[in-house]
């Protein structure tokens, strides 16, 4: 399974939290974070990312 | 030819006898985001409709602006033209290559059935008894009219709307400064992987402490911006071998004046020699980019704000951090306040406004940019709120029908960075994408208008949304009722923004 993590210098831009189908995603002052429990590792996020600020783990 | 005539200074051009290049149902002003989405709107509603763009290609600062990052909500044609770039591998990460974009909206534009006329300049604006009905080109063939029932302004600078005699406003309240303008550029031979792997990506991804660094000890003579605006990475180049290619937004013009020529000279020349000065610092101080070159600037400056026209209604800075819920929305935008500042580095993502009496310093996500209000207050969001009552804004903003609609002359819509907005409100209604469905929703009014033969102000807005809707547009359906249409929502698959 893929496991998506905001961990490479996220600027909060707002993308993958319209993105995301699941409302997975909550952005505060330190950036987007993916709420693991709702996530259904889709990947549309990674895509979203212009900032390319998501990283894909294989658990 | 004029012969010459003066008179206080000035020459005579007496009014002249110009040949009209043809009739058409719908002319679009302007071959960017805006106007593409028009002139295919227009077009595939069976509108004999012309297409003029001044450059060489189509596209505008997405292309020839180099602003590869096609952001906001992807429906309708904005929706289908990514797809066509996901078709050429021209698109990745909301990264898209410029010169495959160029070549899908040329078959697009073409495919829908749209005359396209490359290198032309729109001079002036034909206008009858208070309704445009055309306008005047100026190209390599000369000087030539074209008549038109409906004229959509997709300038970006509101050209026709301005010739035509609309009421523009320009710049910020207080005194009357753009934004800052920026010229992008390429750079070739990147270690991406290095470059995404590195301390400086995941600590100070905006490059805050690396430029101030840089500052003091002399690697960039001044600060051309306090941060990094964005980098993007474009596809379909050679990957993890050291020879990726990115776009960059970096080099900044302050106190612009984009509707004056002399200004624009000014600022072209300005970003090249700021392009020649960061690409520099960037290989001696990036990770990854220490074999880097300069592939190129952008053919056309990055000028965020100019005229706006004023509209039937005007887009409040205060809607827009609001997302105040319009019942004629054709369009939205997810973007935040994002102010390049005009007279210094950095942005700011606040707006001073008055709410209940007092000054309140607005923020639609909680974040200053670079700049915190004066005496460091606290921001409130769209509503007063401050500290732990601030919200951040969960619904996306709306644009209005009304918004593309200029108050004064009939037969004309706007649609794209002129639209009839506050300084700050469309500081956040320029995106890529943003234009696109507005642009969309312009040349579907405009169709609509002929169709019944009424005036663009005219035309009924649950009939307008219920084809846009139809035609795959997001009008935040998913997040609220929009009136009159509350019964065909519930089968329209919905867009998103990805």
Redesign the interface.
């Known amino acids: 399974m893929k496991k998506y993590v905001i961990?490479?210098?996220?600027?909060?831009?707002?993308?993958c939290?319209?993105?995301c189908?699941k409302k997975a995603i909550y952005?505060d002052?330190q950036g987007a974070h993916i709420e693991q429990e709702k996530c259904v590792h889709c990947g549309?996020c990674?895509?979203?990312?212009?900032?390319?600020?998501i990283s894909v783990y294989e658990e | 030819m004029i012969t010459l005539q003066k008179k206080n200074g000035r020459i005579i051009d007496p009014q002249r006898e110009v040949p009209c290049l043809g009739e058409y149902d719908v002319v679009v002003v302007g071959g960017g985001m805006a106007g593409i989405g028009a002139a295919i709107a227009s077009a595939r509603k069976g509108c004999k409709t012309l297409l003029v763009e001044r450059e060489s290609a189509l596209g505008g600062l997405a292309t020839l602006g180099l602003v590869n990052i096609p952001l906001d909500f992807s429906a309708g044609i904005g929706k289908e033209m990514l797809a066509n770039l996901d078709a050429v591998e021209g698109h990745w990460h909301r990264n898209s290559d410029p010169e495959k974009h160029k070549l899908i909206l040329d078959r697009m534009v073409t495919g829908a059935g749209v005359d396209l006329l490359l290198v032309s300049h729109v001079v002036d604006a034909i206008v009858d008894k208070g309704r445009i009905c055309g306008v005047v080109l100026e190209n390599k063939t000369g000087r030539q009219a074209v008549l038109a029932s409906r004229v959509v302004d997709a300038s970006g600078d509101a050209d026709a709307a301005f010739f035509a005699g609309c009421e523009c406003m320009s710049g910020r309240k207080s005194d009357g400064k753009n934004q800052a303008c920026s010229l992008e550029f390429r750079l070739g031979g990147v270690d991406w992987d290095k470059y995404n792997a590195s301390e400086l990506k995941k600590n100070d991804p905006s490059w805050l402490k690396l430029i101030e660094k840089a500052v003091a000890e002399g690697d960039m003579p001044y600060a051309i911006d306090n941060h990094l605006n964005w980098v993007t990475h474009v596809p379909g180049r050679p990957q993890h071998c050291g020879q990726d290619e990115i776009s960059m937004c970096f080099a900044h013009s302050r106190n612009c004046r984009p509707l004056d020529a002399k200004d624009l000279t000014r600022m072209y020349l300005e970003g090249r020699e700021q392009a020649d000065i960061l690409w520099k610092f960037i290989r001696k101080c990036v990770p990854g980019y220490e074999n880097c070159y300069l592939i190129d600037t952008g053919t056309l400056l990055g000028v965020r704000e100019s005229r706006r026209v004023v509209g039937e209604y005007v887009l409040t800075t205060l809607d827009f951090a609001r997302a105040q819920q319009f019942d004629d929305v054709v369009c939205l935008t997810g973007h935040h306040y994002d102010l390049h500042n005009p007279d210094g580095p950095g942005n700011i993502k606040w707006a001073a406004e008055t709410i209940n009496g007092q000054t309140h310093y607005v923020s639609t996500h909680g974040q200053y940019g670079s700049w915190a209000p004066p005496g460091n207050a606290e921001l409130s969001d769209g509503f007063g709120r401050k500290g732990k009552d601030f919200q951040r804004k969960t619904l996306p903003s709306s644009i209005p029908y009304r918004s593309l609609v200029p108050a004064k002359i009939d037969g004309l819509l706007v649609a794209g960075r002129c639209l009839s907005s506050e300084f700050m409100a469309q500081a956040g209604c320029r995106l890529v994408l943003t234009c696109l469905n507005m642009g969309q929703a312009a040349g579907t009014a405009a169709a609509l208008s002929l169709k019944h033969d009424i005036q663009p102000r005219k035309v009924d807005r649950v009939e307008l949304q219920h084809v846009l809707l139809k035609d795959g547009c997001d009008l935040g359906q998913k997040y609220w009722e929009i009136p009159g249409l509350e019964g065909e929502l519930a089968t329209l698959e919905t867009s998103t923004r990805t």
């Open positions: 961990d490479r210098g996220c600027k909060a831009c707002d993308a939290y319209w993105a189908p952005v002052q549309i990674y895509e979203s990312c212009a900032n390319e600020a």
